[in-house]
DNA sequence: AAGAGTGGGTAACAGTGTTACCGGACAGAA
DNA sequence: TTCTGTCCGGTAACACTGTTACCCACTCTT
């Protein structure tokens, strides 16, 4: 039954779409990097990509369909861009090449870090599968932690949990930099030294208590 | 000259302005607070006043104007719940409960927050000008670190550069929990041990060196 | 070769920020 | 008092936005 269903004329017309929904996240990328997030109209992009605005209706389903694919798109370029950080001779090198590698990403694609973690797009917001999906580029900041813990290296908190607030120190330098309130040199100095203070308490043992103390 | 053109007539109309400008600004708010950021429209804010359109672009010199004043009302109304917090027996518990409160207020008005830090207005951008008056509130932060300072309490780095880390890290945990990686459990959890981490090494003074080691 | 079904272009809809136009209300002058 | 000038504000339009009903052409089936 469902040999037949895949004729060549069905696989072709599938590859065409494939093709076509992938020329369609490249325009959008490109819009968003070289002209920023308010250029990402639905006839913006489909002019971009010399075809119809129906087009991106029948293969995302609306701008929220293109908005969520262009989500994830920003997560693999991340997840790219992190596993591209150098492993360095010990875990702990490792983990802080992907520190660097983060705030990297961050300010050389603003824009679509605003997009990812920024709600970027006007109106919208990513559906519980696509954040889902989305935290899991996050795995290689637990796998790092993971590393560290296994080698000795840090103490006194799960994989979990110290990769969080790794991850929530990170996030809140860069984002108020790109926000403006920090210039380069505050932000990067500001970085190196919230990045350290979160994790020295794990590199004695000696962790606080969580109430805050 | 100038004692002639302030006439009872520009003043009453000057103060006429200032009530039609203030209950703009409380219905914009009102409509962010109650429907969200999607129903801040000019005819949407107008209508609720009963006034034209026109109105706001006299007053706020069009949406970016508007969306202005109530960026920085967001700060007034933050800095107010930051100041109401309990000074406590200590400056150190002055703090805390100041930490305390910068979470409490993003998620009682998280749809402010984000207007306030993650551009939750679409295309407005706040005016270097604006957001320099915005960062002043945040010397209350500042001014709790430095009692702490002051009394021994913290040691090892400026108010400053304290109030900075700090500030990074209460806003990069409250801000992916209002972007909804994290459940409410979990983010007053992380929220705890990230600042209770970022804190520890100011407490003993012994600061990691900002070359993230 | 005729029929059926689907994908995509055109043009319209409602809603957005913004502004040109014009009316009317108020001030001061005759 | 009446006339004139100035400025505030309402109406209606403009150029956009996302979205979709309609229709055509092109494909595969029979």
Same mark, same amino acid.
């Given at each position: 039954m469902f040999r037949m269903s895949a004729t060549t004329y069905q696989q072709a017309q599938r590859e065409g779409q494939d093709v076509v929904r992938a020329a369609i996240l490249d325009a959008a990328t490109h819009l968003l990097i070289t002209e920023g997030p308010a250029s990402l109209t639905v006839?913006? +992009?489909s002019a971009e990509v010399g075809c119809s605005t129906k087009v991106i209706y029948t293969l995302f389903g609306g701008k929220d369909g293109l908005s969520e694919a262009l989500w994830l798109?920003?997560?693999? /370029?991340?997840?790219?861009? $992190?596993?591209a950080a150098p492993p360095g001779p010990d875990a702990m090198t490792h983990l802080r090449a992907g520190i660097d590698a983060y705030r990297s990403y961050a300010l050389d694609q603003p =824009?679509?870090?605003?997009?990812m973690f920024q709600?970027? @797009? !006007?109106?919208?917001? !990513?559906s519980p599968a696509a954040r889902q999906e989305a935290k899991r580029s996050f795995d290689l900041l637990v796998a790092g932690v993971r590393r560290c813990l296994a080698h000795g290296l840090l103490h006194g908190?799960? =994989?979990?949990? +110290?990769? =969080?607030? $790794?991850?929530?120190?990170?996030h809140g330098a860069v984002s108020l930099e790109l926000a403006g309130f920090f210039d380069?040199?505050?932000?990067?100095? /500001?970085? /190196?030294l919230l990045c350290?203070? @979160? $994790?020295s308490p794990f590199l004695t043992g000696d962790v606080p208590d969580a109430r805050c103390s």
């Amino acid at each position: 039954m469902f040999r037949m269903s895949a004729t060549t004329y069905q696989q072709a017309q599938r590859e065409g779409q494939d093709v076509v929904r992938a020329a369609i996240l490249d325009a959008a990328t490109h819009l968003l990097i070289t002209e920023g997030p308010a250029s990402l109209t639905v006839r913006r +992009i489909s002019a971009e990509v010399g075809c119809s605005t129906k087009v991106i209706y029948t293969l995302f389903g609306g701008k929220d369909g293109l908005s969520e694919a262009l989500w994830l798109e920003g997560f693999a /370029r991340f997840e790219r861009r $992190l596993l591209a950080a150098p492993p360095g001779p010990d875990a702990m090198t490792h983990l802080r090449a992907g520190i660097d590698a983060y705030r990297s990403y961050a300010l050389d694609q603003p =824009d679509y870090y605003r997009v990812m973690f920024q709600g970027g @797009v !006007p109106g919208f917001t !990513p559906s519980p599968a696509a954040r889902q999906e989305a935290k899991r580029s996050f795995d290689l900041l637990v796998a790092g932690v993971r590393r560290c813990l296994a080698h000795g290296l840090l103490h006194g908190g799960s =994989d979990a949990e +110290i990769a =969080d607030v $790794l991850w929530m120190a990170m996030h809140g330098a860069v984002s108020l930099e790109l926000a403006g309130f920090f210039d380069r040199a505050e932000g990067e100095q /500001r970085y /190196r030294l919230l990045c350290a203070s @979160v $994790l020295s308490p794990f590199l004695t043992g000696d962790v606080p208590d969580a109430r805050c103390s």
